[in-house]
Each structure stands twice: as structure tokens, then as C-alpha cells.
């Protein structure tokens, strides 16, 4: 998120007729979506991405294996990547 939300208590006149659409139209242009992911790179050139820290310590462990005689640079990079996908243009 870009900052904290802030909240307060308020109370609502039970007459006053709230609008769905108006509700969900506010929610979608202020949302913001964060996706957090491990990029995996050899010699600092990216070779893949994964969704977890063991998926990203598995595929590395599986490169190592089948390059057992060689020395490389491997590892992994966590990374986070946000997107306005609800935002309307």
C-alpha cells in the first residue's frame, strides 16, 4: 500500500441510500496490487521466476546438482512488483 489507512468511528443515517456501483468504482481506482516473487539469476542475468523462497532454494539446488563441476554464480532475488490491473483507462 502506498501509505497506512486511517480509520475512524462514524455513524451512519440508516435512510441514506448507498450506491454498489459508485462503492466499486472507488475501491478499483484507489487499488493497487503488490505481487512478491523470487527471480532466479546465473552469472546476475535472470533465468527464471518463482513464487516461493523453497521453490526458488529448490530450482537452485537442482542447478547446482547438474553443474556440479563448474562454478557459477547463482541465487535468488526477492522481488515485488506492483500493478493498477484494476484501474481503468
Known amino acids: 500500500m502506498k501509505e497506512n489507512p486511517e480509520y475512524e468511528l462514524k455513524l451512519v443515517d440508516r435512510t441514506l441510500k448507498t450506491n ?9 481506482e ?34 547446482l546438482v547438474s553443474n556440479l563441476f563448474t562454478f557459477h554464480c547463482i541465487g535468488f532475488i526477492p522481488t515485488r512488483r506492483s500493478s ?6
Not at 454498489?20 to 478499483?28: A, V
Not at 493498477?84 to 483507462?89: E, H, S, V
Open 30 to 63: 484507489n487499488l493497487l496490487i503488490t505481487y512478491k516473487y523470487y527471480e532466479i539469476a546465473f552469472n546476475n542475468e535472470k533465468i527464471n521466476s518463482v513464487n516461493t523462497i523453497e521453490e526458488a532454494e529448490e530450482l537452485i539446488k537442482r542447478f
Open 84 to 89: 493498477d490491473l484494476m484501474k481503468k483507462n
Open 20 to 28: 454498489d456501483d459508485q462503492i466499486i468504482n472507488e475501491i478499483q
